[in-house]
């Protein structure tokens, strides 16, 4: 078996994609805010850089039902 690494895929909370994190990152621009995945009630820390997610996943072979059943590191 071979594998073969054809690109590299960047995913900040600036966004997804080398140009536009390359834009954020020149500008300065800041990329934390208030944690909306989960509750931090009782942490010290209630911000952080969360990676935007798509309102729809592209088609990737996968049930409906499986799909709802991925989380965000899938």
Same mark, same amino acid.
């Given at each position: 078996?071979?594998? /073969?690494?054809?690109?590299? &895929? %960047?995913?900040?909370? *600036? $966004?997804?994609?080398?140009? !536009?994190?390359?834009?954020?990152?020149?500008?300065?621009?800041?990329?934390?805010?208030?944690?909306? /995945?989960?509750?931090?009630? &009782? %942490?010290?820390?209630? *911000? $952080?850089?969360e990676?935007? !997610?798509?309102?729809?996943?592209?088609?990737?072979?996968?049930?409906?039902?499986?799909?709802?059943?991925?989380?965000?590191?899938?």
């Amino acid at each position: 078996d071979r594998v /073969v690494v054809t690109g590299i &895929g %960047l995913v900040t909370a *600036h $966004g997804a994609g080398r140009e !536009l994190n390359a834009a954020a990152f020149r500008s300065g621009r800041r990329a934390l805010s208030r944690l909306t /995945v989960f509750d931090t009630t &009782g %942490l010290r820390v209630h *911000h $952080g850089g969360e990676a935007p !997610l798509p309102d729809h996943l592209p088609a990737c072979g996968l049930s409906e039902r499986q799909c709802q059943r991925l989380d965000r590191a899938a």
